[in-house]
């Protein structure tokens, strides 16, 4: 069964400390990986999509890497305007057509 | 702001109701999605609609519905309401057919059911 696994749940760190979230995944055939941020009573937004691995997506402070089993969301030098859930979701093909399926997500607090 | 817009933000209601759920997409998007988020079950797929018509299903309950008119806005209609439909409701739109990653998401109808 296609399964997206987030880790930690919840991560909490001090402003300028460096740390990554993992994305572990099982999808038959994947055809796209995506990162999504979410801040409290809003919806996701995008921020990554990353398709092979080896593949590399930066934005600000964010990095976005893919292996052929697991993503990593980078997140250097955090400021406490980072904290948010961060999402991972797979696009798994079924029934002709692509579902995304998210995984439950890091919730991550960044003190200053 | 995503440009998805949903009504209503906020609806308390009580069990064996129905309610309507209502989202127009991005201006140009063809394709809605509906999402369900609880506390313990995550973003969870329910429906897509492509131009009219039903792309795709998840996990979504006989007693929801969803249609999408000829103006692409959609409405997604909970019927029999029971304490565990107690949930944020996010519609996405995006440009394709087949569906993609990158969605645009609303913020989200939060749904109380007493």
């Known amino acids: 069964e296609d399964q997206v696994t987030q880790s930690p749940e919840a991560l909490r760190l001090q402003e300028g400390e460096s740390s990554s979230l993992n994305c572990s995944y099982t999808?038959?055939?994947?055809?796209?990986l995506f990162w999504y941020r979410q801040d409290p009573g809003k919806g996701p937004e995008f921020l990554f999509t990353?398709?092979?691995a080896g593949e590399e997506k930066e934005k600000e402070r964010l990095k976005a890497t893919l292996t052929k089993k697991e993503s990593f969301l980078h997140i250097t030098a955090p400021k406490p305007e980072d904290s948010a859930t961060y999402l991972c979701?797979?696009?798994?093909?079924?029934?002709?057509?692509?579902?995304?399926?998210f995984g439950a997500g890091t919730r991550l607090a960044v003190h200053p | 702001d995503s440009g998805v817009t949903q009504t209503p933000k906020h609806l308390i209601t009580a069990t064996g109701q129905r309610v309507t759920l209502r989202c127009s997409p991005r201006?140009?998007?063809?394709?809605v999605y509906w999402y369900q988020q609880s506390l313990d079950q995550g973003l969870q797929f329910l429906i897509q609609?492509?131009?009219?018509?039903?792309?795709a299903k998840g996990n979504i309950l006989e007693r929801f519905s969803a249609q999408q008119f000829p103006d692409l806005h959609s409405e997604l209609n909970l019927s029999s309401l029971e304490l565990g439909d107690s949930a944020l409701y996010f519609c996405?739109?995006?440009?394709?057919?087949?569906?993609?990653?990158?969605?645009?998401f609303g913020e989200g109808s939060r749904l109380t059911v007493l």
């Open positions: 996405a739109s995006s440009a394709g057919t087949r569906g993609t990653g990158e969605l645009f």
């Open positions: 999808v038959s055939g994947l055809r796209g």
């Open positions: 990353l398709y092979s």
């Open positions: 979701a797979v696009v798994r093909f079924s029934g002709g057509y692509n579902k995304l399926i």
């Open positions: 201006s140009g998007d063809l394709s």
């Open positions: 609609y492509y131009n009219g018509e039903e792309r």
